[in-house]
């Protein structure tokens, strides 16, 4: 599929330490969700095709990453007084070590046990991570810490932050934020090996989607969803490029992108909508379609082919048309899932997402419905993560457990 191809031969670009079957950072290698994965089951429940089942210490809802044989995810405990980073063995879960920072100053999260929510990323030399107001962090694969920045300021909203870090090359990104009233929202841009500062770019606005590193035109541009404004920002300096109006100030998905056009989706009964690229400065103007108070949406959909697939916080599924914006699945119930803060996940033509319940629903991609899969693990499970896929395993984490599901 042309979408998927054009954002994994991306993936080669900005990150050739890593190994094929990588899932390296949050959303996985190109950051929307696609897996050239054909080998990963399509059923499963708390037993059936189950590799190993591993306790978690404490609650989290980063979503894990994979970088050969190991796992890196993040957690806190003591109301986010420790934060911690663990990598466990991809062979058998075994916890490998664990670095712990302490912060002793006052967080704002909408739950106690929330203050860990970004996942880190790797290029197979150094896992990089962000701690919110307790700093980023970056240390060598055996847990040695590199270097770490405690300067970017206290990060205080209600809802707490969500942004990951990505990697662009030598250098490390990270959205800085949200603040609420007070305090900045910026794009600091480090060098990945010093963590020293290459650029910064401010926003009146925060938000808690992670930017989307695209190529357009041979060019590179990172997307950035704030608040009104959908942006292109150049990675490289941090100039903005462009900006499109639609958003309201509830960013929590990231953007979308396929065959040249960008899709920004927010939530709490905010808007949706597509622009093209290739315009400079203020292209509201050039919107293909707007949804005027759309819904609920916390994870971020795929783009596959000529079309968009999400699931809203109801659990009510949704194929949209990419140039129209024009639904295509009509579906009115919500399938037997429940609601999701989960992001979707694309691999051998279906669709995965990861439930609150911690069920996983896989649809068909594809402009006809078609629900294939209902996969429930034992009752009691709940998440806020996503799935990450690599080399035939799918990794789930809940409140309680880390799962490696994979085809017996």
């Not at 708390?46 to 894990?64: A, I, R």
């Not at 929330?114 to 896992?127: A, E, F, L, Q």
């Not at 990697?167 to 990270?174: E, M, R, S």
């Not at 998440?383 to 799962?403: M, P």
């Amino acid at each position: 599929m042309k979408t998927l191809a054009s954002a994994l031969a991306l993936f080669v670009v900005l990150a050739s330490n890593l190994h094929a079957g990588d899932w390296p950072a949050w959303r996985g290698p190109t950051g929307q969700g696609y897996s050239d994965d054909t080998a990963i089951p399509l059923t499963w429940s708390d037993s059936e095709n189950v590799k190993w089942k591993v306790p978690l210490e404490f609650q989290g809802n980063s979503t894990p990453i994979v970088s050969g044989k190991k796992i890196f995810l993040t957690q806190a405990n003591n109301k986010g007084a420790t934060r911690s980073l663990l990598c466990l063995s991809r062979t058998d879960g075994k916890l490998l070590w664990k670095k712990d920072v302490t912060h002793a100053d006052k967080e704002l999260s909408w739950n106690p046990n929330w203050y860990s929510n970004s996942s880190p990323v790797t290029d197979g030399k150094r896992v990089i991570v962000s701690f919110a107001s307790a700093g980023m962090y970056c240390y060598d694969m055996d847990g040695k810490e590199l270097w770490k920045r405690t300067d970017l300021g206290s990060w205080q909203h209600k809802f707490g932050s969500g942004s990951s870090p990505i990697i662009y090359g030598d250098t490390a990104i990270l959205w800085c934020g949200p603040n609420e009233k007070q305090g900045r929202n910026f794009l600091l841009s480090v060098n990945k090996e010093t963590g020293k500062t290459v650029w910064e770019h401010d926003e009146k606005f925060g938000s808690w989607g992670t930017p989307l590193i695209v190529k357009h035109d041979g060019k590179d541009q990172l997307l950035l969803g704030t608040n009104p404004m959908l942006k292109g920002i150049d990675p490289k300096t941090g100039k903005e490029l462009w900006k499109c109006g639609g958003h309201n100030k509830f960013v929590y998905a990231s953007p979308l992108f396929g065959n040249g056009t960008v899709v920004g989706m927010t939530g709490y009964n905010g808007q949706a909508f597509a622009v093209t690229l290739g315009g400079k400065g203020d292209i509201t103007s050039d919107r293909l379609w707007l949804h005027p108070r759309a819904t609920q949406r916390v994870g971020s959909g795929v783009v596959i082919d000529n079309h968009i697939y999400i699931v809203e916080e109801s659990g009510i599924p949704h194929c949209y048309d990419l140039n129209s914006g024009a639904e295509v699945w009509q579906v009115k119930k919500r399938p037997n899932g429940g609601k999701t803060w989960g992001s979707m996940v694309y691999a051998n033509a279906r669709l995965y997402v990861l439930m609150k319940n911690g069920s996983t629903l896989v649809f068909a991609a594809g402009p006809k419905y078609e629900l294939l899969a209902t996969n429930k693990l034992a009752a009691g499970a709940a998440t806020n993560s996503s799935l990450a896929v690599s080399d035939g395993e799918i990794f789930l984490r809940t409140f309680k457990n880390l799962y490696c599901i994979t085809q017996k």
